[in-house]
């Protein structure tokens, strides 16, 4: 390795330090290839030269071994401020010296996470009924027993009415520390959902929870995956559960809960305002302020010999049942009526109950997004209340997994393919089943030593939905050589200047749009619409396969990039939001097609194309990386032989000229050179520099010798793949070429690949499929011997021509890839269309803005060639 003495500079993502770090935070950062052995080498110090404790780990090696990504952890800071990392020669420890580090003990049957603060206790052998059980703060139990809770409904009566549901409580069958601290540790968490009565197991999870040095407060992570029948089963409710042991008097009982735009509700189970007689200026002051009141003998007598008299409140519930509003209500005991206590329009999911001697508080993030929700005390009375945190409302309409038509006679091939003339959707018998999506939510735990502040609590919250997080910088990413070809913003001239608008002007239209038409919900929340409807001015999301984008055209790829150059913390929350859900939504974890995504549709499984460009890592690894995120790591894993696919799943099935007589042979299945093989080589690349896996190098190496030794490299379209040997077929000699090929993530990993390895021939093929698409029919033919067909979307393919240019330094090929920017053949937006119109009135249901001509596929890939050929041949960029 390098010797070298250097530091990464990092940057708050809202820019300013928070006014303090109370959960810690986790994150990634590159390292140029050679510089460092070991993530022992890093130190995390302040700006100003003081070191901070902190935890470094791999998360990624390049291939001489150095490393790649470093995950990085800091606990709770009382001040925080401007940092960076330290790169040196000396391997000593970074972690050392945190006052109350993180500690992981084993015995007894339990693992316990302990930072001195809080301590969070699991049972160590799976098959509990608890995913924790017991929280303890200061060494004083603050909650207990807790457990995930499920209601089944097996039919919604189309009369709106009710049904029985059955209850369902977690069971696990993994526990397993993943990290041990110093300053950070993860406990992960695997299970089903139990019917205590029938033993029927279904809805698996896995929970990740993760503990931070000085912090009382733990991180939840949890994933669900769908595997149910959908004519049957109707998710009735989904939430954490816990108990929570109360032992003041009842007027020393707290609940808070947040509301909208900082707003909260925080009143005591027994409440001693606004009575008829008052006990006293001091006892007021205190309830109010969540503290504990002065001795009851202290009070005016008028009140204290009255206490009883006083109505106490047991339970609680708020509900968001949408985008746009929640009510809140109360009641003294089950039995008694409801009485409203409250209501608004965004509440921030968070709630809890404390009296002097602790609690506990839960936040949801992405709350009201993610609707329904919602958030239940109860027993508030007794010893021990019962707090839930509803990810999936009981309230709500139940979960209908139901395809949405009745196949309108589409039972064939040729009636389906019909039908994609008409509405643009790939409809297949079976095919639009959710069995096997997953959606994963962020929880946090807050252990309270006693009521806090509601200034403290308001701070959590806000953290809670817009987590402090630490990023190196875009001049870092790119000069680490990380995620190809890309750069900083520059301005420099008048018509970089243009483009840069134009960027930021779609950014902030699709920023706009998620609002304004409330693409948010349970399944919905972090995706994108495909195509616009003019005429009903909205996005076309009951019209077959324009509605739900699921990647298409890679818009997750415009936005990490967008956030690479720019460091926008609103670019960067929607990226994450649209990993969580495309990673998860669109994808399928278990079951026939496990591994495969679903091309866009009404219904985001809907589509019958399953197919690896929608599960591709080249959407997911930024988010990986970037945060270190253990459950985006999964969906990483959960990838690797995903080419078994293959055997069962033609992804070309009903339209490939063979289609009468291809059966999948594990010898020679047919493989795409583009969409199919780019998410292979995206999933071996991920696979291979996270792990290490050999299986999923050579793999990778050796189908890249192969794509260099085919006659036509590229351009032979398709090839014959052998899953035993993880090799194609060599000898196929033909042309044929897809305007799709390219444009889900294939010129992002063939970039990265050709700077990562050298792999002889595949550099070259690659040059050549570049420069060959926009070329001239003359030099196509004088290239292969018969001019391409099927060529497409020329802007978004300049991006190709400015490789080549780049690669051969070719001025020429330059010009040309600009002039297809510009506009050349069926070019996708230019930047004259990017004017917004209001439409009010009684033309829409709500106020919007429209920009008519534009759609997710070529606000994606023009994003994707602006920011591409800027950093390519920006030098011949023509005034």
């Not at 993610?370 to 309230?395: F, I, K, N, V």
């Not at 979307?793 to 330094?809: C, D, F, K, V």
Request: glycine share 10%.
């Amino acid at each position: 390795m390098t010797a070298i003495d250097a530091t990464v500079p990092l940057r708050w993502l809202d820019d300013t330090p928070p006014a303090q770090l109370s959960g810690g935070v986790t994150w990634g950062v590159p390292l140029p290839r050679g510089t460092v052995a070991s993530p022992a080498q890093l130190r995390l110090r302040e700006c100003a030269g003081a070191d901070v404790p902190a935890q470094f780990w791999t998360l990624a090696t390049w291939p001489d071994g150095s490393v790649k990504w470093a995950g990085a952890a800091v606990g709770a800071l009382a001040a925080p401020t401007r940092y960076e990392i330290a790169v040196t020669d000396a391997a000593a420890p970074a972690s050392a010296g945190h006052e109350a580090p993180v500690v992981v003990r084993r015995d007894g049957g339990e693992i316990g996470v302990s930072n001195g603060l809080t301590e969070i206790v699991f049972a160590a052998d799976a098959g509990a009924d608890t995913v924790a059980r017991r929280i303890l703060r200061d060494g004083r139990v603050v909650a207990e027993d807790l457990r995930l809770v499920s209601l089944l409904q097996e039919e919604i009566p189309e009369d709106g009415g009710p049904a029985p549901r059955r209850p369902f409580r977690s069971r696990t069958t993994v526990v397993e520390v993943e990290q041990d601290g110093p300053i950070r540790a993860v406990v992960r968490v695997e299970g089903v959902h139990r019917d205590e009565a029938g033993g029927r197991e279904w809805l698996p999870f896995t929970l990740r929870f993760v503990v931070a040095a000085g912090s009382a407060e733990v991180r939840v992570v949890h994933t669900v995956v769908w595997d149910g029948e959908a004519d049957h089963d109707f998710l009735a409710g989904l939430g954490l559960r816990a108990d929570v042991p109360l032992r003041a008097a009842l007027h020393d009982r707290h609940v808070r809960v947040a509301g909208a735009d900082g707003g909260f509700f925080s009143e005591a189970v027994r409440g001693l305002t606004g009575l008829r007689r008052d006990p006293g200026a001091e006892v007021r002051a205190a309830q109010i302020a969540g503290a504990q009141t002065p001795p009851v003998d202290t009070w005016n007598p008028e009140v204290s010999n009255r206490l009883e008299l006083i109505p106490s409140w047991a339970d609680l519930t708020l509900t968001q049942l949408s985008a746009d509003g929640y009510s809140l209500r109360k009641r003294t005991k089950a039995g008694h009526a409801w009485i409203d206590a409250g209501a608004g329009t965004r509440a921030e999911g968070f709630v809890s109950v404390s009296d002097p001697t602790g609690g506990l508080g839960v936040g949801i993030r992405s709350f009201w997004q993610s609707h329904p929700g919602q958030l239940d005390l109860r027993g508030m009375t007794g010893d021990r209340a019962e707090l839930t945190a509803w990810l999936h409302a009981p309230e709500a309409r139940p979960m209908d997994m139901r395809f949405y038509h009745d196949g309108l006679g589409q039972d064939d091939f040729a009636t389906q393919l019909e039908a994609l003339e008409i509405t643009y959707e790939d409809y297949e018998p079976g095919f639009g089943d959710a069995h096997g999506v997953a959606r994963t939510h962020e929880l946090t735990l807050f252990a309270y030593a006693a009521t806090p502040p509601i200034a403290e609590v308001a701070a959590s919250v806000d953290a809670v939905q817009r987590p402090p997080l630490l990023q190196p910088t875009p001049e870092h990413l790119h000069a680490a050589g990380v995620f190809g070809d890309w750069a900083p913003v520059d301005r420099s001239t008048a018509a970089r200047t243009e483009i840069e608008d134009s960027i930021d002007f779609l950014l902030d239209f699709y920023l706009g749009q998620i609002d304004q038409r409330r693409w948010y919900g349970f399944w919905n929340y972090g995706d994108v619409m495909h195509a616009y409807d003019g005429d009903r001015h909205v996005w076309r999301y009951d019209v077959g396969g324009y509605a739900w984008d699921n990647s298409e055209l890679s818009p997750d790829l415009w936005l990490w990039y967008s956030y690479l150059r720019t460091g926008r913390a609103d670019v960067f929350r929607l990226a994450e939001a649209m990993t969580r859900h495309t990673g998860e939504v669109d994808v399928y974890h278990l079951g026939r097609w496990q591994g495969l995504g679903s091309r866009h549709n009404v219904q985001h499984w809907g589509c019958s194309a399953k197919q690896l460009r929608i599960s591709s890592p080249i959407y997911r690894r930024f988010f990986h990386y970037l945060t270190a995120d253990e459950r985006v790591g999964d969906l990483l894993t959960e990838l690797r032989d995903s080419d078994a696919r293959f055997l069962d799943t033609d992804p070309t099935r009903k339209v490939r000229p063979d289609a009468a007589t291809y059966r999948p042979d594990r010898g020679a299945l047919a493989v795409g050179l583009g969409t199919d093989w780019g998410a292979l080589a995206a999933t071996w690349l991920a696979d291979w520099e996270r792990t290490g896996n050999e299986r999923s190098r050579d793999r990778l190496l050796g189908t890249m010798a192969d794509i260099g030794a085919l006659p036509q490299g590229f351009l032979t379209g398709e090839a014959l793949y052998d899953i035993d040997r993880g090799r194609f077929d060599t000898t196929r000699d033909r042309v044929s070429v897809s305007h799709l090929s390219a444009v889900f993530g294939l010129v992002e990993v063939a970039s990265e690949l050709i700077s990562l390895v050298d792999v002889p021939g595949f550099r070259e093929a690659w040059i050549d499929y570049c420069r060959l698409y926009l070329a001239s029919p003359e030099e196509q033919i004088a290239a292969v011997g018969e001019p391409l067909t099927g060529i497409h979307l020329e802007q978004a393919h300049s991006r190709l021509t400015a490789y080549a240019a780049a690669a051969t330094g070719d001025d020429a090929l330059a010009d040309h890839a600009w002039e297809a920017f510009e506009g050349i053949g069926e070019w996708l937006v230019h930047r004259s269309d990017f004017v917004l119109r209001r439409i009010d009135g009684a033309a829409v249901l709500n106020p919007v803005d429209e920009a008519p001509s534009v759609g997710t596929n070529d606000v994606a890939q023009y994003g994707l060639a602006a920011i591409q050929n800027l950093a390519l041949i920006g030098h011949r960029l023509p005034e």
